[in-house]
């Protein structure tokens, strides 16, 4: 298996603009997981989902940020409309079942100018 | 105060050195308690992980837990330059999928 595969790696855009990551999980892993890292807060859990549904979204920081996850294959992560505050790298992580063994992509470094 | 806190760091050492990485925590409810590794622009890989107090070995590292403390360390033995990443301490309760990160802490090991 390939691992968790994120797209795009990088993303600079201008404040006020839409954005979307992605991401795939391993194949047969029931737990997807959004993250987002930065210096100041380091990692911390967005919004998880178990069997393509969200369980826990407390960790999305406003309503402009949004998550779905139409099918067991595919997860968005949309930010609308951006601000510099939300540059970060992005997370996806995902797991069977125990969330501490997830596997992590390699993560969206978005830059928002 | 932060619930989990971790020293940023950098650390640097000879190879061969033994290294010490440390976590405090404030929440007594914890109970899993992970040590994750994570290569420079790589996502973070666990390590390894216990469950309530003791300690556990794994090849080079051991982890150990004291919950009186709220104190939780990763030991490196004989540490190699492929040693050199950032070291992030996580946390969470039993039966609830939000783990807490530390700030992480920088290691390299020089040759």
């Known amino acids: 298996d390939a691992g968790v595969i994120q797209s795009p790696r990088h993303e600079v855009t201008e404040m006020g603009q839409e954005v979307t990551l992605r991401c795939k999980p391993i194949?047969?892993?029931?737990?997807l997981f959004w993250y987002r890292q930065t210096m100041m807060r380091g990692l911390e859990l967005l919004i998880y989902?178990?069997?393509?549904?969200?369980?826990?979204d407390s960790g999305m920081p406003e309503d402009r940020f949004s998550a779905k996850m139409p099918n067991a294959s595919f997860s968005t992560l949309k930010i609308q409309p951006s601000e510099p505050r939300d540059s970060a790298v992005y997370f996806c992580a995902s797991s069977s079942g125990e969330v501490l063994r997830a596997f992590f992509g390699q993560g969206t470094r978005l830059t928002v100018v | 105060q932060k619930e989990v806190e971790q020293d940023p760091g950098p650390l640097s050492v000879p190879e061969g050195a033994i290294v010490s990485l440390n976590c405090t925590y404030s929440n007594s409810a914890f109970q899993y308690f992970m040590w994750y590794r994570q290569y420079s622009r790589k996502g973070p890989e666990l390590l390894m992980y216990t469950y309530s107090s003791g300690n556990k070995e794994d090849g080079r590292f051991t982890a150990q837990v004291d919950k009186s403390s709220k104190y939780i360390s990763l030991f490196i033995r004989d540490s190699q330059p492929s040693d050199s990443a950032t070291y992030l301490c996580?946390?969470?309760?039993?039966?609830?999928?939000?783990?807490?990160f530390g700030a992480g802490t920088r290691l390299t090991v020089k040759p």
């Open positions: 989902f178990n069997n393509n549904v969200p369980i826990d």
């Open positions: 194949s047969g892993h029931d737990y």
């Open positions: 996580a946390m969470m309760t039993y039966n609830n999928n939000d783990m807490r």
